[in-house]
């Protein structure tokens, strides 16, 4: 019985995002993000498992925050999703003009030299819309997605693709070795939340946590340049940085992962109010 509570609420959260998408295209930008401020408010209020593992996380990357900061975190979230549901709807010009770009010449540099890039990021800021925002600056992207309820995963990757973006599920190996293989390309991996069954245990801010790392093996063979960049909002624009390069001759393993962990750590010290994962992945 409780069984089919839980799936009648998800088939009744699901219908609901996808009619909302549909009337979202009716509606003024500000109206939808006064809509999902009010949407985060009551996400605050009832969901305490999500609370208590952003304070967990705040806890680790912080030492010290408040109450406003966890809030701070449901209502980033929201207001990243209300863009996000409208990304089909709009141009790739209406997404540009609210785009600034910081260091894209560091990845320009390398991809003119190498034509292949590995962009590594994280559940940071609006990385759902970043897809469509890559795409959209004219580079052939390949996605590494996680496996999901196929109803929720084929609602959100119309979105995630709307742009040209191919999406490719993170066991599907071989198709991801093909890209690497293959002509000019940016292929895009989210290593940050514990997904599937293989994982590393490492070190970040000195706890342990489990990671997805196949993409650093998978690296060893190819030593493609690795760039660490991430899509901030703020004051309804966006802010695209590219922090970090890491390319050398000898790219191994250990060095690759320790690119990418003291990257998202520079990355969570500063935007931690930006971070969604909502998990107790710690030691």
């Given at each position: 019985?409780?069984?089919?509570?839980?799936?009648?609420?998800?088939?009744?959260k699901?219908?609901?995002?996808?009619?909302?998408?549909?009337?979202?295209?009716?509606?003024?930008?500000?109206?939808?993000?006064?809509?999902?401020?009010?949407?985060a408010?009551?996400?605050?209020?009832?969901?305490?498992?999500?609370?208590?593992?952003?304070?967990?996380?705040?806890?680790?990357?912080?030492?010290?925050?408040?109450?406003k900061?966890?809030?701070?975190?449901?209502?980033?979230?929201?207001?990243?999703?209300?863009?996000?549901?409208?990304?089909?709807?709009?141009?790739?010009?209406?997404?540009?003009?609210?785009?600034?770009?910081?260091n894209?010449e560091?990845?320009?540099?390398?991809y003119?030299?190498?034509?292949k890039?590995?962009?590594?990021?994280?559940?940071?800021?609006?990385w759902?819309?970043?897809?469509?925002?890559?795409?959209?600056?004219?580079?052939?992207?390949?996605?590494?997605?996680?496996?999901?309820?196929?109803?929720?995963?084929?609602?959100?990757n119309?979105?995630?693709?709307?742009?040209?973006?191919?999406?490719?599920?993170?066991?599907?190996?071989?198709?991801?070795?093909?890209?690497?293989?293959?002509?000019?390309?940016?292929?895009i991996?989210?290593?940050?939340?514990?997904?599937?069954?293989?994982?590393?245990?490492?070190?970040?801010?000195?706890?342990k946590?489990?990671?997805?790392?196949?993409?650093?093996?998978?690296?060893?063979?190819?030593?493609?340049?690795?760039?660490f960049?991430?899509?901030?909002?703020?004051?309804?624009?966006?802010?695209?940085?590219?922090?970090?390069?890491?390319?050398?001759?000898?790219?191994?393993?250990?060095?690759?992962?320790?690119?990418?962990?003291?990257?998202?750590?520079?990355?969570?010290?500063?935007?931690?109010?930006?971070?969604f994962?909502?998990?107790?992945?710690?030691?």
């Amino acid at each position: 019985m409780l069984n089919a509570i839980y799936r009648f609420l998800d088939d009744l959260k699901l219908y609901s995002l996808a009619i909302f998408i549909v009337i979202s295209r009716f509606i003024p930008d500000s109206l939808l993000r006064l809509v999902f401020k009010l949407i985060a408010i009551f996400w605050f209020f009832i969901d305490k498992k999500r609370k208590d593992a952003i304070k967990n996380n705040l806890r680790i990357i912080l030492n010290d925050f408040d109450n406003k900061m966890v809030f701070k975190t449901f209502e980033n979230y929201m207001l990243n999703f209300a863009d996000f549901i409208k990304v089909k709807y709009k141009s790739c010009s209406q997404i540009l003009e609210k785009l600034s770009l910081e260091n894209i010449e560091v990845f320009e540099n390398v991809y003119k030299i190498k034509k292949k890039v590995i962009l590594l990021s994280g559940h940071i800021g609006n990385w759902e819309y970043a897809l469509n925002l890559i795409s959209c600056l004219g580079y052939n992207v390949m996605v590494i997605i996680e496996m999901i309820d196929p109803r929720w995963l084929k609602l959100l990757n119309e979105l995630r693709s709307s742009k040209g973006a191919r999406l490719v599920l993170m066991n599907e190996i071989m198709e991801i070795i093909r890209f690497l293989n293959s002509g000019e390309g940016i292929l895009i991996v989210t290593p940050d939340r514990l997904v599937g069954t293989s994982y590393i245990e490492c070190s970040l801010f000195n706890h342990k946590r489990k990671i997805p790392a196949g993409i650093f093996k998978i690296n060893e063979k190819f030593k493609i340049p690795m760039v660490f960049a991430y899509v901030i909002r703020g004051n309804g624009k966006y802010l695209g940085i590219v922090q970090d390069v890491y390319y050398e001759e000898n790219m191994t393993f250990e060095k690759m992962l320790d690119f990418y962990l003291r990257n998202l750590e520079r990355t969570l010290r500063k935007y931690p109010s930006h971070w969604f994962s909502f998990d107790f992945n710690w030691d």
